[in-house]
């Protein structure tokens, strides 16, 4: 079989609300000068319906047979009702919607005779103060502490109510109203005059066109200077001068002056950039003072908050603490009796913040090149940037800095710090040694390739050796093959030349066999020659 199921699951987280109670709705004994020591003290709830009471548990006859809340009456609630949100409130035609009053009141009492009084809540409704009841039973509980926490901006001594700054406005507000109520009254009668006229002078419509005011109207009378006005003398003069005196008192009693609200054209004339600054913190004095007195109040709320939570806080919660998700389980909180709560004071303005938090940066500066890094580490370096980044107006100082505690998801840091600087002693010997190693290495290295030089000279001479062998052998050889050649062919021309010399020597001697003849047929002619030249004379002188 098949079936649709559906689960609801429903998880009641506990949780700590603060809520504010208006003045009117808190009582206290008279003679009360705190809460936590006071014997009595109540709270008029107002603003739940009869249905909301009757799912709380409350006995359902009796929430229903409660009058409806009407609305207070008192003047701090019609002052604040501006709009009468709450005239009518019970009137309304759906019952379970209408308002009832329900008062929880806190006394000390010896309720079970033991004689030590003990605090109890009381829960009462309607204006009769019926004892509420609850399951059956009436609800009065024993209570740890009253879950109430006040404050005033002006402290009395000895005195629970102290005095707000209305009250010490009030008084010179009034005055002021009554001085500018009667300068405005003496205004509007000066511009307003009245009119004396003579009887005897006046007509018959003369009061009626007096009593006719208007632009270029016209008064009749009988005789010329008839009208005779009677102006009322302008107190202005001696009003205004009252007014900035109480000005001056207001701004003494609040701190609150036209220079450091802004409205004072000529605040900044005249005026030292020095002189400037020291008015307005003065006046931020002034108010930082209320503002501290009131955290006061903030103190007493957080010890409520802790006792609370650690009370009924039932479950494991996650939080974000210091920008690290941690888990917190109240059950586990101890009584904390000496509890300590830290109020902030406030660190002055952006540039008093700036320049303190870079003097603290110049502090850490000198704490590390002094060499002091056992007191300012990663963690603090990026606190004080972080701080600097959040003055400055950026609410990510992630987006200029990394965080050094950031964690991955394997639980490792994503930006581990850098190894620790070492001993310089330590660095000297260690480049000391690797000096002497390098050299070291460096000689075994020169060693090494001198040794294979010398090998590769033997080798390249032994290589040259042989290969000149082998070439002068090849060399001798082609020089015997040439020797050889070169006999063959000198033995071949010294044939040639023997035959040339022959044929020459032949030549030689046919030639001097001719020149021989020719000298013998020239020296025959020559003598022929001489013989003819001898017997001619001789011809000639025997003619």
Not at 55 to 79: F, H, N, V, W
Not at 328 to 339: A, G, L, S
Request: charged fraction near 25%.
């Amino acid at each position: 079989m098949v079936h649709d199921v559906t689960i609801v699951t429903t998880r009641k987280l506990a949780q700590a609300k603060v809520l504010g109670v208006p003045p009117e709705e808190f009582g206290i004994e008279r003679d009360a000068r705190g809460i936590k020591d006071c014997n009595y003290c109540f709270h008029e709830i107002v603003t739940k319906t009869e249905s909301q009471l009757i799912a709380e548990g409350y006995d359902e006859d009796q929430i229903k047979a409660l009058s409806p809340y009407t609305g207070r009456t008192d003047i701090e609630t019609m002052e604040r009702d501006t709009v009468e949100e709450h005239s009518g409130a019970g009137n309304g035609l759906n019952s379970a919607s209408r308002l009832v009053k329900l008062t929880e009141h806190y006394i000390r009492v010896d309720l079970e005779g033991t004689g030590r009084p003990c605090l109890y809540q009381v829960m009462t409704g309607g204006d009769q103060g019926e004892i509420l009841r609850k399951d059956g039973k009436e609800c009065i509980e024993p209570f740890d502490t009253i879950p109430f926490a006040a404050t005033t901006p002006v402290p009395i001594p000895h005195r629970f109510v102290g005095r707000s700054i209305a009250d010490l406005v009030m008084p010179l507000q009034r005055e002021k109203t009554a001085m500018k109520r009667g300068a405005l009254d003496n205004l509007y009668l000066h511009n307003n005059p009245r009119v004396e006229v003579g009887e005897d002078k006046a007509g018959p419509s003369t009061i009626n066109d007096l009593l006719v005011s208007r632009p270029g109207g016209v008064v009749r009378t009988k005789s010329v200077g008839a009208l005779n006005w009677q102006t009322t003398p302008d107190v202005s003069g001696s009003v205004f001068p009252m007014l900035q005196y109480l000005d001056a008192e207001l701004e003494t009693r609040t701190g609150l002056s036209k220079q450091s609200q802004g409205i004072d054209a000529n605040a900044l004339q005249n005026q030292s950039a020095t002189a400037v600054a020291q008015v307005f913190s003065a006046s931020q004095m002034r108010v930082k003072l209320i503002a501290r007195i009131m955290a006061e109040g903030v103190r007493d709320i957080f010890s409520l908050l802790h006792g609370t939570i650690r009370k009924h806080g039932q479950q494991v919660q996650t939080v974000r603490l210091r920008n690290k998700w941690i888990e917190v389980n109240p059950r586990n909180w101890k009584t904390r009796d000496d509890m300590t709560i830290n109020v902030g004071l406030g660190t002055g303005s952006k540039a008093q913040q700036f320049a303190q938090t870079m003097a603290i940066a110049n502090v850490q500066k000198e704490m590390i090149a002094g060499g002091k890094i056992n007191l300012v580490g990663d963690r603090e370096l990026y606190n004080t940037a972080a701080e600097l980044t959040k003055i400055m107006g950026h609410k990510n100082p992630d987006r200029f800095f990394k965080d050094p505690d950031e964690k991955g998801p394997d639980g490792q840091l994503v930006n581990p710090p850098p190894p620790p600087p070492q001993d310089p002693k330590v660095i000297e010997a260690t480049a000391k040694a690797q000096l002497e190693i390098q050299q070291m290495q460096g000689r075994m290295q020169i060693e090494r390739i001198q040794a294979e030089a010398d090998i590769a000279v033997q080798n390249r001479k032994a290589e040259s050796e042989m290969a000149i062998a082998q070439m002068k052998a090849r060399l001798d050889a082609q020089l015997a093959l040439l020797q050889y050649g070169l006999d063959e062919k000198s033995h071949a021309w010294k044939m040639v030349l023997q035959g040339v010399q022959m044929e020459h020597d032949e030549r030689r001697h046919q030639h001097d066999s001719e020149r021989a003849a020719i000298d013998m047929l020239g020296r025959a002619m020559d003598h022929e020659a001489r013989q003819t030249q001898q017997e001619q004379p001789q011809n000639n002188g025997g003619e």
